[in-house]
């Protein structure tokens, strides 16, 4: 595949190709309350992930050969559901959905044992402050599977490299009767953008956290669980 064909190729976050500095538009994650907290009772949760990304390449032999080698790699470190590649007038898109681990770690500084190379992880928060009452704190993660992850890709071509931070939608579900508590920032919940927003969620929201910030950091937002 050539340098002109290569720009434009992707890889996000945890699942397949992105050209180095380049990230995917969003990558839609699924939290439904009761798999955050079986997670923090220290079951082994999964959760759904999709997205799309849009190649703008011709689709040829060069090209398949590279995609097909990738989604080798990245079938041994994610649990993908779908993979679909649909031609379009102009370029490539490809529809991914898949699962992605959810993880509770007490101690902070541990290491996940999980092969991905990426986790949604849930900590404790321990603030002293204002912000006390929030126990906890979910974001975006990686694990040290992530070099490994990269080094992998970059042999089927040296100008693709995995990005660590990627835009993402969190599309929070509540189960049943559960309400939480959330704060965070940076943030646009359902088409309307807040600097710092504080709120009881008993209803589905979506949270997108992109760009700003978010080019150097993990999306994240503390909670608790009200019930």
Known sequence: MGQSIMKYVLIVCFFLFALTGCK?????????????????????????????????????????????????????YFEI????????????????EGEIPLIYMNDASAESLETSPWIIKIRNFNHPGSLKSYPYILSLATTSNFQSFVNLMEDINILVSPEKFQPVKFKLR??????????????????????????????????TMKEGSYESNFPAFIFQILN
């Open 24 to 76: 995917s538009d969003l990558i839609e994650i699924t939290l439904k309350t009761k798999d955050i907290k079986a997670a923090i009772s220290g079951e082994t949760v999964m959760v759904e992930f999709e997205t799309t990304f849009n190649l703008l390449a011709e689709y040829n032999e060069e090209t398949k050969t590279e995609i097909s080698k990738m989604r080798q790699v990245a079938e041994k």
């Open 174 to 207: 509540p189960s049943g009767e559960d309400k939480l508590q959330i704060f965070t920032g940076g943030v646009i919940i359902d088409g309307s953008s807040f600097i710092v927003k504080e709120m009881e969620v008993s209803e589905k929201i979506n949270l």
């Open 81 to 96: 559901e779908e993979f679909e590649v649909v031609i379009k007038d102009f370029g490539i898109d490809i529809e991914i």
